[in-house]
């Protein structure tokens, strides 16, 4: 059974640009949430996506956005991006909405 | 507001010595509360679920236990790879928003 996978591992930006994130959810599960985790801090909810339709939305701007696929694979989009945007991004999928999520590895972005 | 704060933020122990972590939530409607363990650079590793006061759950040298205010997070005689950042998280409300909310961390350093 394959786990959580999350591209790129790394990935530096500078101000104002955009980046897309990638996540494969675990074999079976249909639901897909994101989360940002700042340096020292615990995971902050970005938003969860259930049989490809958004299904909760943290404290977030638009600016973030995202998609799954009908394979229930997952995309997080992030334009203008700022300064604080540095974090390492948490991908976490699980067998339907409210069940136990398991996170995949993260992407650290660097915002420069 | 949903609130989840963890105690204490750091911890130092020498391999055997058995303590405790604590996580106190002020949230409304608590459907679950999950422990995960957090490597440096890594994503979150589950460890358990806890649905109702007076559960507990246990694997190896971790002893997980909830009350209707808090959880506690017992460490028995534990060794230098229990090391890590262990998180805390609530999943509150009603709806299918499976939305997890997460204290700060306890960062746990045994040493031999």
């Known amino acids: 059974e394959t786990g959580v996978t999350q591209s790129p591992t790394h990935l530096i930006k500078t101000r104002g640009q955009q980046v897309t994130l990638r996540c494969s959810s675990q074999?079976?599960?249909?639901?897909v949430s994101w989360y940002q985790q700042a340096l020292g801090q615990g995971p902050q909810f970005i938003f969860q996506y259930y049989r490809e339709e958004e299904n909760g939305r943290g404290n977030f701007p638009p600016r973030f956005s995202g998609l799954q696929f009908p394979n229930y694979s997952s995309e997080l989009n992030v334009n203008a991006l700022e300064l604080d945007d540095s974090a390492l991004y948490l991908c976490?999928?699980?067998?339907?909405?409210?069940?136990?999520?398991?996170f995949g590895p993260g992407t650290r972005l660097l915002v420069l | 507001e949903d609130q989840v704060t963890q105690s204490p933020e750091a911890l130092r122990l020498q391999e055997g010595e058995s303590s405790s972590l604590n996580c106190s939530y002020t949230v409304s409607g608590l459907r679950g509360l999950f422990w995960y363990r957090q490597d440096p650079g890594k994503g979150p590793e589950f460890l358990f679920t806890l649905y109702s006061a007076g559960e507990e759950k246990e694997k190896e040298r971790l002893k997980a236990t909830l009350t209707k205010k808090e959880s506690f997070l017992h460490i028995t005689a534990p060794k230098p790879e229990d090391s890590a950042t262990y998180l805390c998280a609530v999943q509150v409300g009603s709806g299918n928003t499976g939305k997890l909310i997460f204290g700060q961390g306890t960062t746990l350093q045994v040493k031999p």
């Open positions: 074999s079976g599960h249909n639901t």
């Open positions: 976490a999928s699980s067998f339907t909405s409210g069940e136990t999520q398991y």
